[in-house]
């Protein structure tokens, strides 16, 4: 099991930037495949950007395809930058762990506790 411990949240304007950071710890082989995903309240989650960890593919939700940027710090960091944040990217963000290089939130198996990114208007 991977453990996922999520920081870097917090208030910013529209047109601001953050960085959200997710440390994984105990990662198994295999597992190589780390993704942000956020819900708003009252909404689904929804999938934001996912990373292989081993190669470093990329793939990114439309709605932040272009402000968003995913990345690997070192062997136990992946990043999410995030630029010209909008009202609409509040939410809780959740970085989670899974083997399949995927936007659909039922093939991670671990996730973190979430971090709280509010953006006003």
């Known amino acids: 099991q991977v453990q996922l411990v999520e920081s870097g949240g917090g208030l910013v304007q529209a047109g601001g930037s953050l960085r959200l950071f997710c440390t994984a710890s105990?990662?198994?082989?295999?597992?190589?495949?780390m993704g942000w995903f956020r819900q708003a309240p009252g909404k689904e989650r929804e999938f934001v950007a996912a990373?292989?960890?081993?190669?470093?593919?990329t793939t990114y939700a439309d709605s932040v395809k272009g402000r968003f940027t995913i990345s690997i710090d070192n062997a136990e960091k992946v990043n999410l930058h995030m630029n010209n944040l909008k009202p609409e990217d509040t939410a809780v963000y959740y970085c989670a762990a899974g083997r399949r290089f995927t936007s659909t939130s039922s093939f991670y198996d671990d996730w973190g506790q979430g971090t709280q990114v509010t953006v006003a208007s």
């Open positions: 990373i292989n960890w081993k190669g470093g593919s």
């Open positions: 105990g990662r198994p082989f295999g597992v190589n495949i």
